[in-house]
């Protein structure tokens, strides 16, 4: 008897995310990423369910790296104001492949509407404690917005930033949230 094929949830994410990045969200099939990766649409719904549970650890998986990123950079339990430090380090140490992948998981989101309440969440879980009647929260809120609208530019390739005029962005994000402008 021959034993069972076994899919790689990791490589089927790296294939849906390729597809949303090759195709576009409506090139997101359950029937393009088994064909992709080789296994039966059975097999890729017994593992994920459906297009939008697809969707769904796709952007789990992208959150917990992300999280993983601040963590390194601030630490385990770090203060609202820290976490949109660790978020700017991370945004501003992002390469090209990075805001790419960033702007599909975008795409999906829309795509997907019920999964932007779980995005909502996460941003109201990491920097909801930002006290904006604090001069430090008011500088870390205008901090995360403004690292948020660069990336957004960036990754959808609306804005073209300079190497130079990125990290000059982020010594000015760094000394907003040190000591203001």
Excluded at 17 to 46: C, I
Excluded at 56 to 78: F, H, K, L, N, S
Excluded at 127 to 136: D, H, I, K, Q, R
Excluded at 141 to 162: K, N, P, S, V
């Amino acid at each position: 008897m021959g034993r069972l094929p076994t899919i790689d949830r990791n490589r089927v994410l790296d294939i849906a995310e390729s597809l949303v990045l090759t195709a576009g969200t409506g090139g997101l099939t359950m029937d393009a990423v088994a064909k992709a990766a080789g296994v039966s649409k059975g097999g890729v719904q017994s593992r994920f369910g459906s297009k939008d549970e697809l969707i769904a650890a796709m952007i789990e998986r992208w959150a917990c790296e992300y999280d993983a990123q601040i963590t390194a950079a601030v630490g385990p339990a770090p203060t609202p104001v820290e976490a949109v430090r660790g978020h700017v380090e991370a945004t501003m140490a992002m390469d090209a492949a990075g805001h790419a992948r960033a702007a599909g998981m975008m795409a999906a989101l829309i795509e997907a509407k019920r999964h932007i309440d779980s995005t909502k969440a996460w941003y109201d879980e990491r920097f909801g404690g930002l006290a904006p009647c604090s001069t430090e929260g008011r500088r870390a809120r205008i901090a995360l917005l403004a690292t948020e609208g660069a990336f957004l530019l960036r990754a959808f390739g609306f804005m073209d930033f300079r190497d130079e005029d990125w990290s000059g962005l982020e010594r000015d994000l760094r000394a907003l949230l040190d000591e203001g402008l």
